[in-house]
């Protein structure tokens, strides 16, 4: 091999060698908001029982991920089918009322609901016809 062959190649394995240097900066950069915010626990801020007051209508582990599903299926079955009685895993049965279950515990909207829904950057459309306890008509 001749002197500008063996030159050459070392260019192309320098350029090689600064482009995956530039791709592994590039994506580790790029990748910090995931890593950083699964990092945290994804827990969310603490929640705010009202003291004395029973469990859950499910778990927390239940009800953190899957409230809203809970709540959707909850309109859907008490407006369409007039069923307003909801027993969870356990068997106990409970009204199926945001007001009346829900923020019976619950009952300050801004540590609990909405100190939740802004850390998760949400904007639920329950209160476009549901009133907080604290609020009046």
């Given at each position: 091999?001749?002197?500008?062959?063996?030159?050459?190649e070392?260019?192309?394995?320098?350029?090689?060698?600064?482009?995956?240097?530039?791709?592994v900066?590039?994506?580790g950069?790029f990748?910090?908001?995931?890593?950083?915010?699964?990092?945290?626990?994804g827990n969310?801020?603490?929640?705010?029982?009202?003291?004395g007051?029973?469990?859950?209508v499910?778990?927390?582990e239940f009800?953190?991920?899957?409230?809203?599903?809970?709540?959707?299926q909850?309109?859907?079955?008490?407006?369409?089918?007039?069923?307003?009685?909801?027993?969870?895993?356990?068997?106990?049965?409970f009204?199926?009322?945001?007001?009346?279950?829900?923020?019976n515990?619950?009952?300050?909207?801004?540590?609990?609901?909405?100190?939740?829904?802004d850390?998760?950057g949400?904007?639920?459309?329950?209160?476009?016809c549901?009133?907080?306890?604290?609020?009046?008509i």
């Amino acid at each position: 091999m001749s002197w500008k062959t063996l030159s050459r190649e070392k260019e192309k394995m320098n350029d090689l060698f600064k482009i995956v240097i530039g791709l592994v900066l590039f994506f580790g950069l790029f990748s910090i908001p995931f890593w950083a915010g699964s990092s945290s626990g994804g827990n969310g801020p603490e929640i705010v029982v009202k003291e004395g007051t029973e469990a859950c209508v499910e778990s927390k582990e239940f009800m953190r991920p899957n409230h809203m599903h809970l709540l959707d299926q909850w309109r859907d079955s008490v407006v369409r089918d007039n069923d307003r009685v909801y027993t969870n895993a356990s068997g106990k049965h409970f009204e199926k009322s945001l007001t009346k279950t829900c923020l019976n515990c619950h009952s300050n909207k801004e540590e609990f609901c909405d100190r939740c829904h802004d850390y998760m950057g949400v904007k639920p459309y329950c209160w476009s016809c549901h009133l907080s306890s604290e609020e009046q008509i």
